[in-house]
């Protein structure tokens, strides 16, 4: 045990002397790419059973989505900002639901190794993101205009938003000005959900949702960068 625990601080103190002796990197980029998020929906889904709806192809807990963010790096800062969205939908013969979850947020990091083609950074998001749930009643639709005037009411959102605090860790692998990314992190609201409709009354009740949702996205990355070994050989 005493030599595990030795050997991972050595790895540490060495990561730290990479990262003191490497100049940082410098520079800007934007990217986008996939998103993944990894979601309990047990109370989404005893709601929806409790109404007497209990679809065949449950909610999957494997949220897919899409994202971009943009960078700038500061000597060994990171900051920028980010945003995704992700959506999917589950349905029986009587009603269609789709559950849609989206986020954006500022990004405060600091990169702790800075090589010529490997950018490691610790990041921090605080920002906002939420739910929007919509049904749709698919039974009895109208099949005209004028029957859809007498029976309205077909589609019903409701919604919810809040802080959002997502510790992350950012590895980039610029290639000249293109290059990939990877961010895993976890996405945390604090705070309990308030269930709002559209029209923005509030109700009485909702399902509870998951506080934390662990995420992965693989992004391709456009920018420019300078610094770290690329000016090695320049100095004197």
Known sequence: MKRHIGMAMLAGLLLVSVAVAVPPVNGGFGCFGPTV??????????????????????????????????????????IGGSGWGSSQTVGEEALRATVEIAGGEF???????SLEH??????LGIGGGGYTIELQKLSGAPLTFDSLFRNPGRTSKVSFSSLTLSPQL???????????????????TPANPEWRLEGGSVLSSGPAVSKGMPFVALNVVFGGFEGGTRRRGNRK
């Open 37 to 78: 998020g990894i979601v309990n929906f047990a109370g989404l889904s005893r709601a929806f059973n409790g109404g007497g709806y209990q679809f065949i192809q449950p909610l999957s807990s494997m949220q897919w989505g899409f994202g971009g963010a943009g960078f700038a790096l500061i000597d060994q800062v990171v």
């Open 107 to 113: 990004d405060l990091g600091y990169q702790v190794l």
């Open 118 to 123: 490997l950018l490691i950074a610790p990041v």
């Open 170 to 188: 950012m590895v980039t692998v610029p290639i000249t000005f293109v290059g990939l990314q990877l961010r895993g992190g976890y996405c945390y």
